[in-house]
Nanobody
Framework: VQLVESGGGLVQAGGSLRLSCAVS????????IAWFRQAPGREREGVSC????????YYDDSVKGRFTISVDNAANTVYLQMNSLKPEDTAVYYC???????????????????WGQGTQVTVSS
């Protein structure tokens, strides 16, 4: 199982970035893929997830209306489109994968068993 994030960078407040998570080594269709983030001195927190078997998505309240998670099954890639970025969005962003029962959504980090290496997102004020 391998997940590789890319797309992070430095952006001004109000700007946009699109993160990518390239997935390999497992049956992508059976998994829930999530994005987490961790700022210095803070716990890892869940941002969004998508259940790939039906495409249903879930967002943390802090990013609703600004971030969009999507899946390209042909490319085995999950994206996180981040708009209207704020300085408080600054963090290392990770993608993670796990298999859950249908209709079960979670953004609890310990419930995911495969992780990428992370990509840094910095939003300047």
């Amino acid at each position: 199982v391998q997940l590789v994030e890319s797309g992070g960078g430095l952006v001004q407040a109000g700007g946009s970035l699109r993160l990518s998570c390239a997935v390999s080594g497992f049956s992508f269709a059976d998994y829930t893929i999530a994005w987490f983030r961790q700022a210095p001195g803070r716990e890892r927190e869940g941002v969004s997830c998508v259940a790939n078997h039906d495409g249903e998505t879930y967002y943390d309240d802090s990013v609703k209306g600004r971030f969009t998670i999507s899946v390209d099954n042909a490319a085995n890639t999950v994206y996180l489109q981040m708009n209207s970025l704020k300085p408080e969005d600054t963090a290392v962003y990770y993608c993670a994968a796990a298999r859950f029962p249908h209709d079960y959504f979670t953004l609890t980090a310990w419930e995911y068993d495969s992780w990428g290496q992370g990509t840094q997102v910095t939003v300047s004020s």
